[in-house]
């Protein structure tokens, strides 16, 4: 079981360790290769999964409820929490709904159990940032256009792919291993990019950053294991589900809150250090999964 963590947890530090190596020595513009990332790299992985034949996505309808019921869940769950601590509830709730299901996530849970896991990993990925991009900006702007905010490139992928998957379209297998390649850029690149990003760690409100660290992912698995409990998921999802709750805040929660001026050195105190702390929390949730014979 030390085998299996090692194995899927060393290649997540190591790329991101040559991220902040790099970054450390240089000036990446890190910026823009979040934007190429999200704009073209990310869609053509999720449109070239969802695409496939070979995924029953109909199979996935429960594990993506579930992990609604994660996201949404641990805002109402850790409410109560931050009005006791008088916490901005703009400031604090978001990136503990919102997880790293982007950079960490996707690479982890088919580092940890193989490509069977590439559709339950976009799955919940893209449920996630549906849910960032509609819920989470409301809540930061009660006027934003939700209309104009889900004009994204990985929502129309997203589309298009399960229009082909559950319209039964057979695509060329030449396309699909075009798509594979160029989507399999953005996984070791959303890692490199998150280790640059860890350059930047304020320890200023590290109480404020510790207090998330332990309530990002305790929330979460509060919330999984009724899930798992009720919806009677696969071993895979299973599996999947309990590495999602576990997920430490999103980077994107501190883009957003500097984009909308709603104090961004905290969020990204609270983004930073939970995502620290992640060195601690995944591999034992990882540990547990494997003790536990999901996959």
Known sequence: MIGQILSTMLPVFLIAGCGALYGR??????????????????????FAVLADQQ???????????????????????????????????????????????????????????????????????IVEMLLHFSVGLYMLDPHTSIIKRLKLPIVFASIAGLSVNLGGVPLPEW?????????????????????VRMLDIDFSDWKLGMLGAV???????????????????????IAALWVFAALPPAVLNYMVAEQYR????????????????????????????????YV
């Not at 919330?223 to 798992?228: E, G, R, S, T």
């Not at 969020?267 to 591999?283: E, Q, T």
């Open 55 to 125: 995924a029953p996505l109909q199979e996935y309808a429960r594990l993506a409820l579930a992990a609604t019921v994660v996201v949404l869940g641990s805002g109402i769950v850790l409410y109560p929490l931050a009005r006791v601590l008088k916490l901005n509830l703009k400031t604090f709730l978001p990136p503990m709904m919102f997880n790293n299901s982007g950079n960490m996530g996707i690479p982890l849970l088919v580092l940890a159990f193989g490509d069977e896991a590439l559709p339950a990993a976009i799955v919940l990925f």
């Open 262 to 293: 709603q104090e961004p050195h905290k969020v990204a105190s609270l983004v930073l250090l939970s995502n620290l702390g992640s060195l601690i929390v995944m591999p034992v949730v990882l540990g547990l999964v494997f003790a536990a014979g």
């Open 215 to 237: 309530a990002c992912p305790a929330s979460g698995l509060i919330l999984a294991w009724p899930m798992i409990a009720v919806l009677d998921l696969p071993g895979m999802q």
């Open 25 to 46: 020595y240089r000036t990446p513009d890190i910026q823009g290769l979040n934007v190429l990332n999200m704009e073209l790299f990310v869609p053509m992985l999720v």
């Open 175 to 195: 396309l699909l291993e075009t798509l594979n390649m160029l989507g399999g850029v953005c996984i070791p690149l959303m890692l490199f990019a998150l280790g």
